[in-house]
């Protein structure tokens, strides 16, 4: 019985001491609050591209494509009617992929996808739009019944076109700045690699 005790008494002091070292240890297990991980939490809007001239380009095309779709939307009869679905057609894919484009860029969705040469995207977007909107604007001048909506739309169509005329201007240069700058950094990079090659057979001459 004695031994029992002495062996009882022996735990709780075990335990005791435990709690007591564990209270005044420095190394406390620690319990984090878990945040749960967004999917959208890379995504942020840039407000800088917004307020340069190119995102001021990008939303006036937009809201001009889309101002010249609901003007040749609301023709009701038309004969003949090619100037007006081709120009229907032409309105609205600019108004789809340069508000897809408007997107991207303002939400920096093209630095998820680097591969992707974006300038040169957005110039052909913006060259083939300015080439298709003076065409189909010129189409439905030569083509209409004089009606306000065909006169509207063609106004519209020839305004955006110089839109979209700045734009490719603008972008040719930025394109070219950054395949230059590309250039110039691939340029440096192969001189410092072979720099560094001459260096190292400099250093070991058995190498030569």
Known sequence: MRTTEEAEGFDGEASNTSMISGASSPYQPTTEPVHPRSVLGGIRCDVDYIRSYLGILKLVEVVLSLISFICIETIMMCSPCGGVYFFEFVSCSAFVVTGVLLLIFSLNLHTKVPHVNWSLTDLVNTAASTFFFFLSSLVLACINHNT?????????????????????????????????????AQTSEYMRARTASRGEMEARPELA
């Open 148 to 184: 306000g909506a065909e006169i509207a739309a063609v106004i519209f169509g020839f305004l955006v076109t110089g839109v979209y005329g700045l734009n490719t201007f603008l972008a040719v240069r930025r394109w070219r700045r950054g395949s230059g700058s590309q250039g110039v």
